[in-house]
């Protein structure tokens, strides 16, 4: 029972995938991590997370048949545990896997995070590995039947025994290694095995056993689950094992998926509490797709890109960014950096959706003092458009409202006096698929 | 925007549908008005509900081939709204409906109900009566590709003018007869009209035009939405527009479904607030089934009521009884009236579980100043068990129990002095499909 | 058991939906029955059919909102028997019904069909209207729970004596009005009563009823079952009860549908047999749409109408020309009256498909006496193509192969001989969407 | 194009499943092939079906947890392709896979099949084994996403160059053992992968895989599909491609799985002709199993096994005895060796079905020269019944009834005078489950 209450805000940092693909090596992320630290850090982005198949030697050298080599040429010690390919991460070279390259970022004052992907490797288990430390072998703990849909280098792990011991040990490694975020993929929604369906999902089991696994391992591991959309009726199952899960599938830089983050937000509208964090994926702006064959720059319009902040930040997702930090320009930075509303990130502030049409929707966040409110008016029509709220309708922060005596738009900077009695209502002029946030205080 | 504040916590009373089906006449709602006044009323139980088809001649019938029969023969007034069947409530026949009925009702210091079927009556639709008070006729409101899966009386109305006219004026009659609480039907779940089906549910505009008339109608009148199981991904939409929302499909006295609902409740876990109860259904104890051919006692043994009553309660679903009153024996009145368990029901507690599994279920229950803590320990299986809870895991509650000096079981009544210090945990030995509830304070 | 074996091969004729929708007149259908008889007739066209709705006095005059009006002006009969709109359909006044516009017909040497909807009036049960010539009432007849998913006339009848006589009475009329033909409609598929949804599907019943009603009114009347697709596991079933099924939704002019026509014809390959005929839809071509608000010429190309002529003869599809026949152009009407290709409309000839891919299809037609064999080769890329046949791989055909001496192009007329011994194969260059068709004999 | 002709009759003969599941040996093999050489051979029982992992040296060893265990110990040559176990198969010992066994079988006059399961071995493809005669590696082959729901021996084979490459050598290599028969499974049916699912199902480019690499490996080998129920609308692809096909998930001794057989023998009714025989599985009567872990006497009663034979063969589906041959009882041997019956195997009748009711069912089967017609009258309830058919509904073998001149009851021997005018019925009293089979001639 009980996870770990280490931590107390929604994580915030850099994630690789969106830019580099299955392909980001030891230099790329050091030069990210050295970036946020000098430029983020102060901003509270603190995690520098190697995404998906940093084991793979030959990771993007089959693109166009394949994002994911079947068979293909990992790195892999005795024990079946896969480990950094020492192509691209050259410290890896003496067996340390991600330790100094955790050391690096440790160094800058940030947190080390890695992607796996659920179970154990499918070699390893055609293999017979020793699972470290035991007496069983990794055919032991593969669940033969459990494979990922999209991802060919894994076995699901079965409940028991052996399949406990395996994640002990994997978990223990990644500790070891220093690793403070463990993004696992593949194990919060599988179109291959729906619930409807004749076998069982082992995804849920596995959970179990690598929030078992974190607990005895002795550091604070933020543990992160993918794909979405998560399982609405499974809330209680995710707070009592993860801190994150995602509410959708893959989020890229396209306005229907961002208007249709409005739709999932509200669905898990209320589901935020300290250490669990529903969440939106990462943010795709500034330069992405470079590993995917072609870079560009995101298709998200300057307004998007702060609707996308602002919704992300009073409903309080994690925020990852997607871009390669070094190309970010000083615009999409400031996007990024806006002080007045990361307030909302200190994890002492709770979000709640108001109201929403297809038309217009809004949000509110109040801190857990009662001391201010920051109100989102969001136009998710293409023309722009008056949107007014009532400020009768407030109603968990109507003291706020009424005790108020400032007001700041939080994205232009300007701020003025307020007095409620004189506003019935909180209006503002918003562009199309834009926001206005105010802060009132 | 906005349902009226009034109500501050779950519904009680009492709902004639378990044993009468749709047979209630006046005499039996009297009757058992009468006797929550004289006997329940103290305990908080206030409303009196008449279910299905009031407003028919000959319901019952022909009840071995239909529990609601089609074409059948319905009291109708001119502008086609349906009114109580004159020979099963005889004080309607001065054309006034329900008024002294609930008349009846409110002079006992009590509160009407009643139940309705989402929709216009399609023999009004197909007589083409005008809209009282309106330009319109009935066949301008309906919709006649919306029909109820299981009951032919109505089609459901179309959103719009006419529509909205309809419900309106509906409203405002059931307002003037006296009408405190509406349990509409077939307007929360649909098996023929499924979300991913070819013709959208009207259910849903139907659920926001009767909440406006409601607003409109100058009473307070809870709304109440049936059929379950209600849609998880649409909690914000019925918090904006109902009071009470069916998570289940009808419950009744098997083992089975009261052991589901613990899973039910987990799902809608932290969804209940002042005015919004997602609702696990009528309590069918006692005697039950009268009008549905065979009278019987429920198959609900004395452990299984009182885990209802302790769940129900400590989840905070609203109580509607479901045994006829007059029948109550004393013990089933005891379950039903503990006072200890129904201080939760006060609108100023909330519940939520701690944990589940297939064995076991914990449920704990805190009022907003802090000062007690109710906690149920659920055993799921067929035999004795102990259940322990470590109090190192009651994070929401941690305070009181650290600062709780009297502990007290609910159920049996006895009390004793409590030191968190003392105690590592909270345990009881709890009977098969029974329930152990303490209050610490 | 046994269906009448009048029906000695597929039905071909005209029918009024594709280019006049709900809102054909007497005048109108007299007009295409006169051209009919004057320029079709010696080809095998003989049905003239008016489609949907032919009671209704208000069909089309709310088009923008409803294709079939809700709640509409229907002529019915003291009965409850719909009864041509008398403002459209003037012969009808005297209360004959259909009787003079089918004796128009006869005196052409032509044959009448009608387009009805499964069931019985929704008025007419709520009217509680006698049965004709029994003591019972349309409410004893109709099934409150069984409606059409987009026409909004009728209630489904249930199985038994009630309904079982409503049906006798209603086609003994029909067949005293003289309908050689019964197109009944929502019979054969419902997307609101899917096979593993909670209401049965009463079509099913339904067929049968209506089976019986036939086989007892002392006429030969062809059923025809509508819409498709019909299911391919009920072929026995459809055997057993009709003589026409739609195997596919609504067929229009549009190529993906066409080309998708060739995997249906596969799924039903062999499954026509003497009045049995799985149906490919009416033949959009020339003239379409004037009472769908805006009358269009059909947009199959020429190649795209040889396809379809080709593949429904080919496979044995009835034959119900879609186009304004009073328009029809000599080009369609040439494509239409091909005397080579309609050799395989007699009855005596039976289609198979040979092979398929997305790329081409081929398809054989041999009659019965073992005298000619036809083969269709269809392009069904957007480029021309050499399409080639090897002989030995016309099994069922090879001995016609072997044996015949000439070879006729069906589509351009030209002729040749043909020895078998000095071809190994069977080809031509088809152009896009386009066929060649060859008969050896 | 064209699957060879020399398949002219449903196969009869035994398999080794419904006794041994997993675990058959080379001399229980060869004990059956004995039995049927000097027993059931005469009446045309020909092929010795040695069924699933016959490659698995530790089989059955871990029953309780699984049926086929996962990362097994299997008999694999350097080519990745699987080899009898021989442990099991001690024959095989030289290399020469089943020639030995094979040899054995042919010299007792008999065919020798085998059961393969789709795809190339897992392990294989791990080792990256090299394709026998070729420069592909398995690897290449395989496709990682594609996996058996409940077997965990292969990967699917990827449509390609190494796909087929890795077929052909594989099918050469069981023709050069002397292989005849082959069932492959995981092919027909799979509900890991169903059709509307996101991973395409590979089984059918397999089929086509295997077939064309049959056809090419110079030995008439019938291939037949497993698991059903094979698709009715792919009818034409598995007639392109192999000769049988399940029409049934497996079938057992479970009446209801008998009576079910009803209908889905009616849905396939026509479809059988030369060389394409839907399958209704093994003929699970005598002793089973054994090899399950407790051998058991087959729970379909006399009548039932009468019922099962007489529908298997008037159907025409294959006949392939589940039996221990051995311990076969002299009435099951008759029940298997009915020579009246069995004439309607000869490939030269033709079955269908008359009706099908919940109650009763009717089949007629008919030989091609038209000189006798079978008539089998099945009781579907649990009582007896009389069983009538009016001759005048025998449409396709009305000539043989009015010309024959004898009757006989298939059953009990009995034979008689026929004279069509006197009688206008053909009935009998069938016992409950049974079923009475005359034949006119």
């Known amino acids: 029972m009980g996870k770990k209450n280490f931590l107390k805000k929604p994580p915030m940092g850099w994630n690789s995938y969106d830019y580099y693909d299955t392909t980001v090596t030891e230099e790329q992320v050091k030069a990210n991590a050295k970036y946020m630290a000098e430029n983020l850090k102060e901003f509270g982005y603190e995690y520098v997370v190697v995404d998906i198949e940093w084991y793979s030697k030959d990771a993007g050298a089959r693109r166009a048949d394949f994002q994911y080599i079947p068979f293909g040429n990992d790195e892999m010690d005795q024990y079946g545990r896969l480990q950094p ?10 067996g340390s896997g991600f330790t100094h390259l955790a050391q690096y970022v440790h160094d800058l004052g940030l947190k080390f995070g890695i992607h796996i992907m659920r179970g154990i490797a499918r070699q390893a288990a055609h293999d017979k590995c020793p699972i470290h430390g035991t007496q069983f072998t990794a055919d032991m703990a593969a669940d033969a039947w459990s494979i990922c849909g999209w991802n060919p280098d894994m076995y699901g792990v079965r409940a028991g025994e052996a399949g406990q011991a395996y994640y002990d040990d994997l978990i223990k ?3 070891d290694w220093g690793v403070d975020f463990i993004k696992c993929d593949d194990i919060c929604d599988s179109f291959l095995y729906p619930d409807s369906g004749r076998i069982k999902f082992s995804g849920y089991e596995e959970t179990k056993m690598i929030h078992r696994a974190i607990e005895k391992c002795g550091r604070d591991i933020v543990l992160s689950l993918s794909p979405g959309p998560a399982h609405l009726d499974r809330d209680f199952f995710y707070e009592e094992n993860a801190n994150m899960w995602r509410i959708t599938d893959d989020f890229w830089d ?13 669905t898990w509208n209320g589901r935020t509490s300290k250490g669990n964090y529903p969440d939106c994926d990462m943010l795709p702006l500034g330069q992405l ?14 307004d998007e890109v702060r609707t996308m902040m602002s919704l992300w930040c009073l409903f ?9 930090l070094t190309k970010l320009d000083d615009v999409n930075k400031a996007q990024l950096t806006n002080k007045e509303l990361l307030r909302v990130m200190d994890g002492k502030h709770k979000g709640f959706q108001l109201r929403r049409s297809d038309d217009e929707a809004i949000w509110l966040n109040i801190d857990e003092d009662g ?9 998710l029509t293409d023309t722009e458009r008056e949107i007014v709220c009532d400020i009768n309708d407030i109603k968990s922060g109507a003291a706020i409202v009424h005790s108020a005596s400032a007001i700041t738009d939080v994205w232009n900077g300007k701020s003025g006096e307020w007095d409620a009695a004189e506003q019935g209502t909180i209006s503002a002029k918003v562009p199309a698929h834009g926001v206005v946030v105010y802060r009132l205080f």
Chains 1, 2, 3, 4 share one sequence.
């Open 316 to 324: 309080g997702s994690p925020l990852m960014i997607g871009a390669e």
């Open 289 to 302: 797709g470079y590993g995917f064959g072609q870079e560009r720059t995101s298709n998200l319009t300057f």
């Open 254 to 266: 396209d306005w229907r998926l961002l208007k249709e983050m409005f739709w999932r937000c509200e």
């Open 173 to 175: 490694m990644y500790a």
């Open 371 to 379: 001391t201010e409110l920051f109100i989102g008016l969001f136009n």
């Open 85 to 94: 390919a020492v192509n691209r991460f050259p410290s890896s070279a003496d």
